[in-house]
């Protein structure tokens, strides 16, 4: 139980473009996912927190208005990088805490997606 | 932000040995602490996790809490070359918007000698 996938896995695209990421808990549902970037040789830096239903919490120095997050139902939340560029380039992974885990706050993650820009 | 501190590595051990990994932390308010691993490339993938001072075993694994010094550890005994893996501690700490959610230090990465 309790995984998560992402779609895609892997994405290449030009600067200037935009790119959706698709994130979905399985066989659980999620009421709260995270979605967390992680550069090379450096550790997990968490991005923003997404609540089902509602607007999502960011951390200091990550723009609103860049990363757009939607969770618009219990499995799926999505992250769209707008206008990429390649200091965007990354790997980013979202996480998903199980039924009952708020207290404990055991997240399980995704596999992950490669976001290279050109 | 809080901070989770780790030897960056590499750690490296002989097969069959004992792996030692530390970890400390700044917030005295963090009630959760886990233990991920990471393969290079893929995401974390949790190991342990322990809430309350003291030893807690699973398998070849062991957490060990001690929160009056902000410390976490985490042993691996009979080290396999398949453990070789970056191992990431993280803690659930406040973050700048006030909310509490994970940590993470910037790992240390083990290596098991053949």
């Known amino acids: 139980g309790a995984v998560v996938s992402q779609h895609p896995s892997r994405v290449i695209c030009k600067s200037g473009t935009s790119v959706k990421i698709e994130c979905r808990s399985l066989d659980f549902q999620a009421t709260t996912m995270f979605w967390y970037r992680q550069f090379p040789k450096q550790s997990l830096m968490l991005m923003a927190t997404s609540n089902e239903g509602s607007k999502a919490t960011y951390e200091q120095g990550v723009e609103k208005d860049k990363f757009l997050i939607n969770h618009a139902s219990l499995t799926l939340s999505t992250l769209t990088v707008t206008s990429a560029h390649p200091e965007d380039s990354s790997f980013y992974i979202c996480s998903a805490r199980a039924p009952g885990e708020s207290s404990t706050d055991t997240q399980y993650f995704g596999p992950g997606t490669r976001l290279t820009v050109l | 932000q809080k901070e989770v501190e780790q030897n960056s590595g590499p750690l490296s051990v002989p097969e069959g040995a004992i792996a030692s990994l530390n970890c400390t932390y700044s917030d005295r308010g963090s009630q959760s602490f886990f233990w991920y691993r990471q393969y290079s490339g893929k995401s974390p993938e949790l190991i342990m996790s322990i809430y309350s001072n003291g030893d807690k075993e699973d398998g070849r694994f062991t957490a060990q809490l001690n929160k009056a010094s902000q410390y976490v550890s985490l042993l691996i005994r009979d080290s396999q070359p398949s453990d070789s893996a970056t191992y990431l501690c993280?803690?659930?700490?406040?973050?700048?918007?006030?909310?509490?959610?994970?940590?993470f230090g910037s790992g240390t990465r083990l290596q098991v000698q053949p």
């Open positions: 993280a803690v659930n700490s406040p973050m700048d918007t006030g909310r509490r959610a994970l940590t």
